[in-house]
């Protein structure tokens, strides 16, 4: 007698269906702290997250140094790919902040110091601060000033009233701040809105735990990832180590054809314990 030995979850994330088309999106994730290991990436898992539970399908994540060419050749290529863009890093006050500067580069805008931002920058930091934004002031009140300075086509969202940064849009790049805690908090703010003006739809994830092992589950999942294909479902195989298990994830954005596709990997699966 054989033993049913895969073990069946199924999540699934909705969102009003818009458009029959899936927004696509790139990550540009700007610092030399992270190419050189001295700081951990957490932002990217976050936007990874969010963006499979709102529909949205990131299909490439960047890494650049804080160089005015390379952050601007980069959101050029990803710009003209995607139907979205997300930048996190490189918004500060000092000397190697420079992203609000190569976005406008790179796109053939110039700087301007935006006032809401600068208002909301003094009222948020108080009188208290050592250094508050001041375009014409001392050197430390000019550094402050310069997280105010955006591309002059920049549309501004405030996404919190707490928080006076906000994201900078230009054109279908969108700028994000680096610090993990405040990239996450203004993420989840501003994305779901995002995600209902793109048409976005949901994305449903459903998984299949074996003790099966990959060189003998190669073949099945081939052939069905075969037969799913063409309704937009697709396999993935993630070995456990050290556990013995596999985990096989099933994504698609029809509950039914995942749910079908799960089901039937199950059952195959269960003939080959």
């Not at 976050?46 to 980069?74: H, M, W, Y």
């Not at 994201?167 to 994000?176: A, E, P, R, S």
């Not at 039914?256 to 314990?273: I, N, P, T």
């Amino acid at each position: 007698m054989k033993t049913l030995c895969a073990r069946v979850r199924s999540t699934t994330r909705a969102l009003t269906q818009k458009s029959s088309q899936t927004p696509t999106a790139a990550f540009c994730v700007i610092g030399d702290e992270i190419l050189s290991g001295t700081t951990q990436d957490t932002n990217t898992r976050t936007l990874a997250s969010q963006c499979f539970s709102l529909g949205i399908n990131l299909q490439k994540i960047e890494i650049v140094p804080d160089s005015r060419a390379s952050i601007g050749a980069s959101l050029v290529q990803l710009s003209h790919a995607h139907t979205v863009v997300f930048t996190s890093g490189g918004i500060g006050p000092t000397h190697d902040d420079i992203t609000y500067e190569a976005v406008a580069r790179a796109f053939g805008d110039k700087l301007a110091y935006h006032s809401e931002t600068l208002q909301r920058m003094r009222r948020i930091m108080g009188d208290t601060a050592r250094a508050r934004p001041d375009p014409n002031g001392t050197s430390a009140e000019r550094a402050c000033a310069r997280m105010a300075l955006f591309p002059q086509s920049a549309r501004v969202t405030f996404v919190d009233d707490k928080l006076w940064v906000p994201v900078v849009q230009v054109q279908n790049v969108h700028v994000l701040p680096g610090i993990p805690r405040l990239f996450a908090r203004m993420t989840h703010a501003y994305l779901p809105e995002l995600a209902a003006e793109l048409g976005a739809r949901a994305f449903v994830r459903a998984e299949v735990e074996t003790r099966v092992s990959e060189s003998v589950l190669a073949p099945v999942l081939e052939r069905v990832q075969s037969e799913y294909a063409s309704r937009g479902v697709k396999l993935g195989s993630y070995p456990q180590w050290p556990s013995p298990h596999t985990l096989v994830s099933v994504v698609g954005q029809s509950p039914k054809d995942v749910h079908e596709c799960r089901d039937k990997l199950a059952l195959l699966l269960s003939d080959l314990s």
